[in-house]
């Protein structure tokens, strides 16, 4: 398994699992599935432990559990995290997949992925379509 967290992404990671309070035994666990044009759709969540077919992985020292899609996923990626006034969320960059090649998504033509994945988008905050 080879997956690259920057030292902004082992950030977010340590402040959640310190927000969090868990124990000893517990670990960031993160959920990278395929997306579509998006390309990734990603779920995180503090847990007490591993779940069942879950690798650890220890990024600085915080353990990280990745379920096997998630490990298929990321293989050779890189994921990053943003905070800004204009964006928050993590950013997968993984040069062994092809982005989108349809018109709408920009790109395209088997060029290396970059997903961004909103932190917003991640069950944080719920809308309603068509709400003002």
């Not at 995290?81 to 964006?87: A, G, M, P, R, T």
Request: proline share 6%.
């Amino acid at each position: 398994m080879d997956v690259t967290f920057t030292p902004a992404a082992q950030e977010f990671i340590r402040r959640m699992m310190r927000f969090s309070g868990g124990g000893s035994e517990a670990g960031f666990r993160m959920t990278v599935t395929p997306g579509g044009c998006s390309g990734y759709s990603t779920q995180f969540s503090v847990e007490e432990r591993p779940a069942p077919g879950d690798e650890t992985v220890s990024v600085e020292g915080v353990k990280v559990f990745l379920p096997a899609i998630s490990r298929i996923s990321l293989d050779g990626a890189t994921v990053d995290f943003c905070d800004n006034v204009l964006e928050s969320g993590f950013t997968i960059h993984n040069p062994n997949a092809a982005s989108c090649g349809c018109s709408t998504s920009g790109g395209g033509g088997g060029s290396p992925s970059v997903t961004k994945v909103s932190v917003g988008s991640i069950g944080r905050r719920t809308e309603t379509k068509g709400a003002p």
